[in-house]
């Protein structure tokens, strides 16, 4: 049995808990360093990455997260948490980690009111199409040679796999699919 931490300074991370609840996984939640050595695994969720930036730093978490990451702890990421997670933020200059190989642009769909949810494929999901809910999602410009695409929406990634990491642009958490859960926990099997 894993332990995952949900990274519980700001966001959604309570419905990623629900979910991985539900697959029978044990969840805590992450709120200052010591709370790293606690965990087999985080999950950073959506929310607002410069706000979550800022508390990343205020907590104290932000140097020992990234070091636990660059370790190889497994890391699940989703629209803000990928944000956070990204090499480089464009057009930006906010607290980010640096530890995925991708450049991101905030917001890239468009402002709240232009949130939508789409259908699309993943090799790695079968043949059922994926629902992806975007959120104010940023959107991947750039992927650098270690990142695998898992998934495409119009051309353009919206989830990705760097070793330890798993991001995605989009928010499953509020489908009833669990299958990029499953997927997650799969990768903890790995190791």
Partial sequence: MHTLGLLALQGDYYKHGEKFNLLGAETCRVRQPEDLDTIDALIMPGG???TMGILLERTGLLLPLKEKIKAGLPV????????ILAKK???YSQVHLGVL?????RNAYGRQTESFE???NS???GDKPVRGVFIRAPQIKRTGPG???????EKIPVLVRQDNILAGSFHPELTDDLRIQEYFLS????R
């Avoid at 699940?76 to 944000?83: D, E, H, N, Q, R």
């Avoid at 990768?187 to 790995?190: A, C, N, S």
């Fill in 187 to 190: 990768m903890l099997e790995e």
């Fill in 76 to 83: 699940f990421a989703t629209c803000a948490g990928l944000i």
């Fill in 147 to 153: 990142v695998k695409i898992l998934a495409y929406f």
């Fill in 89 to 91: 933020v464009v057009g």
């Fill in 123 to 125: 090799e790695i999901m």
């Fill in 48 to 50: 607002e990455s410069t």
């Fill in 118 to 120: 789409a259908d699309f």
């Fill in 101 to 105: 190989d991708v450049d991101v642009e």
